[in-house]
């Protein structure tokens, strides 16, 4: 008999763990689901701009990141959405002209709002550069822009710099042949390519948009400046041979020549190697005949170093400061006094009389690259948002558009800047010209359309009354933004 109870005791010992375990896993089911239940919310639809660079966006919640967004990468949000405690929102984004959906992190982006007072900064400027220097100015208010009319035709121009434009690639829709024509990996770039790089609207970004920077000496960049810029390069310490810091050098001959001194700085990193294990050999030093020459900038090295050490024996840079203040001195005369004066109009040569004769660099990449270090400069030093003035050229007989090459394979084709560019006046208008005053104010119902698209306020076009409060005749203007531009005017009368 003991044994028998033995047994019962034993199933219900089995029972009761069955139990328990079902009971645990509901418990924790229902804690899952209050954890990682997604709460979504529909909002009227609102833009907004990326505050960072390399801000993940999410085909889906719970995947990987689809692209890296560059800094100030405008998105038009559809809803909000709660989910494993953190708040994302539900945006869809133009990619090479296909609308797509997605999702990003709340905190990564900057809800835009459009700037009335704003407005009159841009009226010398074409309406296609207009959204992307709004988007702009929503991210920095200190910047300031101008124009460069340059007179020249933009075809023609881009068909003029592929004789001194190359690029370290060779796939076919990015060079113009594959015969390698500098080093290892050179190549001409195709006129397309060119077409790319040539047009400043699509540099107007805020991760690019600092290569039209007017570079003179800027007051609140000093010494702290120069210090942090260096920290993490191989140009951090002393001098050896003067027994000076280069952040002091660099600060030195920023004063000196009256040009701007992280532009410099940052010219120095990227023609130095100053980032990576070694530094170039300008940088090294070269010794020749028992005295050892530099070239930081690599002044005159044309077809390699050598030619830069032979620049260098020339000007007797025997030491790095010598190297530091004759390479800014070079630049200063040649280009930043001689109205090249930012890193786009140092690659190409708006104001001379034959174009490519006088760039500063042949790699057609080369601002986009050395922006970069700008970049990375301005926000180590916490001075990316102080007063800064961009210089914007201008071309005669723009294109509507111009993509990328390569086909939905380069980032900036999510941009919703030049996707239609098409003006107000060709759509449909409609609102009532005559309404009634109504809680102090009187305003029409406006309607635009697109063929059977529906214009959206504030996403495409943005409306300013004028004498809305009160009876008798008001007016409103209507501006076309992102992939509508020019503006509407219309009267109508408050009863």
């Known amino acids: 008999m003991a044994k028998r109870r033995k047994r019962v005791s034993k199933k219900r010992r089995q029972v009761r763990k069955r139990f328990l375990l079902a009971f ?18 529909s909002v009227n639809h609102y833009i907004v701009l990326t505050k960072e660079g390399s801000v993940p966006l999410y085909q889906d919640l719970g995947h990987q990141t689809s692209y890296k967004l560059e800094r100030g990468t405008p998105l038009i949000v559809e809803k909000e959405v709660r989910s494993l405690n953190r708040n994302y929102l539900g945006v869809r984004y133009d990619m090479d002209g296909i609308i797509s959906h997605g999702y990003v992190y709340a905190s990564d982006v900057l809800r835009y709002h459009f700037d009335e ?12 550069y207009r959204q992307p220097i709004r988007y702009l100015h929503a991210l920095y208010p200190s910047w300031t822009y101008s124009l460069i009319k340059t007179q020249l035709d933009f075809n023609q121009a881009a068909l003029s710099y592929t004789n001194k434009a190359l690029i370290p690639a060779s796939h076919p829709e990015l060079v113009r042949s594959q015969n390698v024509v500098e080093g290892k990996n050179w190549h001409y770039a195709s006129v397309d390519t060119v077409r790319y790089y040539l047009d400043p609207r ?13 570079l003179s000496y800027n007051p609140q960049e000093d010494l702290r400046v120069a210090k942090e810029i260096l920290s993490d390069t191989n140009m951090k310490g002393i001098d050896e041979s003067t027994h ?10 920023a004063k000196k020549y009256n040009i701007s001194l992280s532009n410099i ?14 530094l170039s050999k300008g940088a090294q030093g070269v010794s020749v005949n028992g005295k050892t020459y530099y070239n930081i900038f690599n002044i005159g090295a044309n077809t390699g170093y050598q030619d830069g050490i032979a620049y260098a024996i020339k000007m007797n840079w025997d030491n790095r400061e010598k190297a530091i203040d004759g390479g800014v001195a070079y630049l200063a005369s040649h280009y930043t006094q001689n109205k090249q004066d930012s890193l786009y109009l140092q690659r190409f040569d708006l104001y001379s009389k034959h174009l490519g004769t006088h760039s500063y660099m042949t790699n057609i990449l080369a601002p986009v690259d050395e922006v970069k270090h700008i970049l990375k400069g301005y926000l180590k030093t916490n001075t990316l948002s102080i007063k800064r003035h961009l210089e914007i050229p201008i071309f005669l007989n723009m294109p509507t558009q111009v993509r990328y090459p390569l086909r939905g394979q380069h980032l900036q084709n999510i941009n919703t800047n030049l996707q239609k560019n098409k003006p107000l006046s060709t759509l449909s208008l409609s609102y009532k010209q005559d309404v009634d005053l109504e809680d102090g104010m009187g305003q029409p119902h406006i309607q635009l359309t697109d063929g059977s698209y529906q214009l959206e306020e504030d996403i495409d076009y943005h409306i300013s009354y004028m004498h809305q409060h009160q009876r008798g005749q008001a007016s409103f203007v209507i501006t076309g933004m992102n992939g509508y531009c020019g503006t509407i005017r219309k009267n109508y009368m408050i009863h």
């Open 117 to 128: 007072s704003f407005e009159t900064s841009l009226a010398a400027f074409p309406d296609s």
């Open 24 to 41: 645990l896993a509901a418990i924790i089911a229902s804690s899952a689901y209050l954890v990682l239940r997604k709460k979504e919310t």
């Open 202 to 214: 699509l540099h107007l970004n805020g991760g690019q948009a600092l290569m039209f920077e007017k």
């Open 244 to 253: 000076k810091s280069y952040a002091e050098i660099f600060v030195d001959v």
């Open 265 to 278: 700085l940052s010219r120095a990193i990227q023609e130095a190697g100053g980032t990576s294990p070694t």
